[in-house]
């Protein structure tokens, strides 16, 4: 999707809550005439679908008033990505939140801003709006790596495990030389005593980072798992 001006959001937001309307009505067709068995899966693909793009649309309705011409020039939106990222260090989480709707205003796109808004509900605590922003990334693009390691890590943070493995298997699929990614999967594979991964991982670690502080220490926790 091209990037769109201001002025155009909020007849966009206005022309998808009309699409949105008509696939609720189309589905909804559809669950009448099927049976109870079927309905939930349905109504899971619904949610994945229309979810998050719902949330994005609601958070832009919400900053609808910021003023965007600014930042049609990419650099300045790479400017307000990375001051962004600093007001969430900091803890300004309603400034940041509002740099980043204000970019993806004009880049729709935009994965580092999508990026910036899960870590910042991460910070905040809100799983699950963190990770609706992140598989909406998904969508825009399926082979970032750090997407994968960030929805890897927030399922190790809720100690969802074996969502966490699958997770971070995949960035470190797409990125088998980044070390931060082998270092989260043997967290999570020792966790799950799944030692053959475990030791596999360590072997690439010596390649990639053979300087590695942690590689004694990890050897000895597969041992002992």
């Given amino acids: 999707m091209p990037d769109l001006p201001a002025k155009s959001t909020e007849h966009v937001f206005k022309k998808n809550q009309i699409i949105n309307l008509r696939f609720n009505r189309v589905?909804?067709?559809?669950?009448?005439?099927?049976?109870?068995?079927?309905?939930?899966?349905?109504?899971?693909?619904q949610q994945a679908v229309f979810g998050v793009y719902t949330k994005i649309l609601e958070l832009e309705r919400r900053h609808k008033g910021l003023p965007t011409t600014e930042l049609e020039d990419k650099d300045k939106r790479q400017k307000y990505i990375?001051?962004?990222?600093?007001?969430?260090?900091?803890?300004?989480?309603?400034?940041?939140?509002?740099?980043?709707?204000?970019?993806?205003?004009?880049?729709?796109?935009?994965?580092?801003?999508?990026?910036?808004l899960a870590d910042l509900y991460w910070h905040k605590k809100e799983y699950g709006l963190a990770k609706d922003t992140l598989e909406y990334v998904l969508k825009i693009d399926r082979t970032d790596p750090e997407v994968y390691w960030q929805l890897g890590s927030l399922a190790q943070e809720q100690d969802l495990m074996e969502e966490a493995v699958v997770c971070l298997s995949k960035a470190y699929e797409i990125a088998p030389n980044n070390p931060k990614y082998i270092d989260s999967l043997l967290e999570v594979s020792i966790a799950l005593r799944k030692k053959d991964l475990a030791w596999k991982l360590v072997a690439r670690l010596k390649v990639v980072n053979s300087e590695n502080k942690k590689l004694l220490e990890f050897e000895e926790r597969i041992r002992a798992a």
């Fill in 27 to 45: 589905w909804r067709e559809k669950l009448e005439g099927l049976s109870g068995v079927f309905r939930p899966v349905i109504l899971k693909i």
């Fill in 82 to 116: 990375w001051e962004a990222g600093e007001l969430v260090k900091q803890g300004n989480f309603d400034e940041a939140e509002q740099r980043f709707i204000k970019v993806i205003k004009w880049d729709r796109k935009n994965i580092a801003a999508y990026e910036g």
